[in-house]
């Protein structure tokens, strides 16, 4: 029997001083809620995560089984064509390749002149078609060359002539004053302006009313009897 083995002397260790946070105890005293709010918060988040995971992974799955789907019907319908299944499935790679290929925008080409004029001859007919640019406006469609000439006159300080043959500039405009205002043109009637009564004026009123009406009322008894 061996001997016993000596245990070790762990001395143990002195705490040299406590010290006490006021600060931290209050926080955790009032820290129920918001530690609550977020852990609901942290359980939001994982489930969000969790959901978008399996979202992704039903995608995959979805694209995977479509796939084979695709390639089980190419393999139906070479057979019933008689193809051979090595044509088919070159065919399907291809097709496979050129969708997997990442789409790089549009390309940066010079679109095509708006202003131009093409010809179309047929067997019996001949047409000449011109493109031009137009503007949409409230007034309608016109083209672009007009609005900018207009423009330019307008800033060379050219006014745009009649289109009357001057028939308005022959006729002169009578001037319009306050005796004899321009022909169809009612006279305004002047309003009146609206005062109110004060308190005296009121009561002047009032007995005026009053003694009419006694009047009228002696007058009546009067025919009457």
């Known amino acids: 029997m061996p001997p016993p083995t000596k245990r070790r002397r762990v001395e143990p260790t002195v705490v040299e001083e406590i010290a006490f946070d006021p600060a931290a105890r209050y926080e955790f005293l009032t ?41 089980r019907h190419v393999e139906e319908v070479n057979a019933m064509l008689g193809l051979p299944a090595a044509a088919s499935n070159k065919q399907y790679g291809d097709s496979s390749t050129d969708s997997d290929e990442e789409w790089k925008g549009i390309s940066d080409s010079d679109p095509p002149p708006i202003d131009h004029e093409a010809e179309y001859v047929d067997e019996e007919k001949y047409t000449t078609v011109t493109v031009e640019a137009l503007d949409v406006s409230k007034e309608g469609l016109f083209r672009a060359q007009q609005e900018s000439d207009e423009h330019n006159s307008d800033d060379n300080g050219v006014t745009p002539t009649s289109t009357n043959g001057g028939a308005s500039s022959g006729k002169e405009k009578r001037p319009w004053t306050k005796e004899k205002p321009k022909d169809g043109v009612k006279k305004r009637k002047k309003k009146r302006n609206f005062r109110y009564e004060g308190k005296a004026e009121r009561k002047e009123a009032r007995a005026k009313q009053k003694s009419r009406n006694s009047r009228q009322a002696r007058e009546r008894r009067a025919g009457g009897s």
């Open 31 to 71: 820290g129920f809620h918001k530690r609550k709010l977020q852990r609901a918060k942290h359980a939001q988040e994982v489930a969000e995560l969790r959901a978008r995971a399996e979202k992704l992974e039903g995608r995959k799955q979805l694209r995977e089984q479509r796939k084979a789907e695709l390639e």
